[in-house]
Each structure stands twice: as C-alpha cells, then as structure tokens.
C-alpha cells in the first residue's frame, strides 16, 4: 500500500498538512505552520483524497474534523516526520562526533534517583552532548513523546496509551515517604502511629494523579480515613514551600524525600513511619518502533546504571 501511494504522488507535504491537521483542528492554522496560503493546504487536502480514495477530514461548527482513515493517517504521516526529524539529528551527531542534543523526560522520582546522577555523570564523560529535561506527570510525558517533543521518558504508561503507541521495559517500583517540616512535632512523636497522621492537613496532586490513588488506597487499606487536604497541587516547588510553611504532610517519592531531607540543615524531614505506600512500577517509554540518536543512546546507558547507594 505504501509503495502504491508513492506511485500515485503521495509526497512530504502530503503528511505535514494532514499531521498539522490532526493538532490545530483548523485548515488555517496548519497552513500558518507549514507557511503555505488556506486555499494550497485545501489542495493538498483534497490531493491526500484523491491518492488514499477516502476522505480523511469533514468540516465542522468548529473547524475540521478527521475522519477515522484520516486519524489513521494523521498517525502514521505524524510517525514518517519525526523519524526524518530524528534521522537529520542523527546524521548531524554522527558528523559532529560525540556531540548531540538529547530531550529526555522524567516522573519526579526517578529524575531525582536516576537522571541527576546520570547528568553529573555526562558532563564528565560527554561533555560534547547537551541535555534538555522535562519533569511531568506520565501523560503529559506520554503526549509529549507522541508528538516528537522528547526522545525517551522514564515514567509510567499513561492511563489514555493507545495499544501499540509505546514500547516499556519495567525498571523498578517507587516507595513512598511522608515529608514535613523539619520542627513538625509528629519528628518527635513517641510512640508515632498511623491514627496521629490524620490531625494534619496533607499535601497532594490531584484526583487523577497515580500518587494520590496510591496513598488514599493504601490509607483505606490500613483501616484510615481520607486525610484532611484543602490544598492539591502538583507543582514540586509549592509542595516544598507549602511543607517548610505550614504542619503539613506531603507523600512523595523516597528517592525525592531522602534527596531533600539528606542535609543535616535542610529545613524539612522525614516521619520515622513507613506506612508500605508503593507506587507501581515506572519504566523507560518509547514510542513504538522509534530509534534513539546516539547521544541518546549515551545519555539513557548512564540513567540505566543502578542508582546510587
């Protein structure tokens, strides 16, 4: 089928205007991003008919609407371009030497543990390679490496994955440690038990995010209420400000709290109570079938070491 598209004229442009469509939802717009006139992308739309024999868009009260073969092509045209995308890069590595740029992502866990060692490590053994980073929930991990903005992600697949848009391999689970400020009473608290917990407000993500879903089950499952919570956030900085100004508990990652908590002088703490709150399992995500440039490859072989300690 591929080659008889070719044959009939499919081209780049082709794939750019019908990959531009299914992000804008207006004809306009993708033809603002290709820099080409709104009568030239309906031409190419109506080209991309011809040479498919379906129509892959219909206009709406909103704007444009693809079809179902048009989302079907709009995935595999948005595949094609950040596989050339990616091939220049590579290209341009391998003619730089050891150079590259590499745009990676992370659940905040496992950049704490991994990435960060990783990053110290490269600016030793490969000085020549840059590292962009992006901390984020898995689905704005997941949409970002879908639309060619990252070229890995060490976090969980998102709850909305299509089948097949992901290659995982599992890497470990993440315990969880309850953090305060480091005068909180309950540092001192002797004996300090579950019930003592629930006297405080606790900090958390929303309703949608894997943490809180896993600590309120795990709560439920030790025979305690929800916890009181008047703020949910998933900012890491208004967490830590939030924890160093009020009596408040945050759940977070182990590997986060031990990072934050290590310094004698650090200004938060850990409770001395572990309540066997485990997330489940991240992993490194790529999308299906994608190839890593070579400084990536370098970056993602020092993340992949075990982590410190």
């Known amino acids: 089928m591929t080659e008889d598209f070719l044959r009939r004229g499919l081209k780049l442009a082709h794939l750019r205007i019908v990959a531009g469509l299914a992000e804008t939802g207006q004809i306009g717009l993708a033809a603002d991003r290709l820099g080409i006139t709104q009568p030239a992308a309906s ?15 219909a206009r709406t009260g909103r704007g444009v609407a693809l079809t179902p073969e048009g989302q079907a092509l709009a995935r595999r045209a948005a595949r094609v371009l950040m596989e050339i995308a990616d091939a220049g890069r590579e290209l341009s590595e391998l003619a730089k030497g050891a ?26 053994s490969l000085p020549q390679v840059t590292v962009e980073v992006v901390v984020a929930t898995s689905d704005i991990l997941g949409d970002q490496l879908l ?25 470990a689970s993440e315990p969880v440690s309850l953090m305060v400020r480091r005068g909180h009473r309950l ?46 956030t998933s900012s890491f900085l208004l967490t830590l400000a939030l924890l160093q100004q009020t ?23 850990v409770l001395p109570l572990d309540l066997g709150i485990e997330v489940e399992p991240f992993g490194l995500i790529r999308r299906a079938g994608a190839s890593l440039t070579p400084a990536a490859e370098r970056i993602l072989a020092l993340i992949l070491q075990p982590p410190e300690g």
């Open 99 to 124: 150079g590259g740029h590499v745009r990676l992502g992370s659940v905040t866990g496992p950049a704490m543990d991994r990435v960060l060692p990783a990053l110290r490590a490269a600016r030793l």
């Open 187 to 232: 540092m001192t608290a002797m004996p300090l038990v579950p019930a003592d917990l629930m006297a405080f407000d606790w900090v958390m993500p929303g309703p949608d995010a894997i943490l809180r879903r896993t600590v309120l089950a795990r709560l439920r499952a030790l025979g305690l209420p929800d916890p009181p919570g008047r703020v949910s």
């Open 43 to 57: 031409r190419l739309l109506a080209e991309v008919e011809r040479i498919s024999g379906h129509a892959i868009h």
């Open 247 to 269: 009596n408040a508990i945050a759940p977070l990652a182990r590997a986060v709290a031990e990072r934050f908590t290590a310094d004698p002088g650090s200004p938060y703490g």
């Open 147 to 171: 639309a060619g903005r990252i070229d890995f992600a060490i976090a969980r697949l998102p709850d909305r994955a299509a089948a097949g848009l992901f290659e995982i391999a599992m890497l």
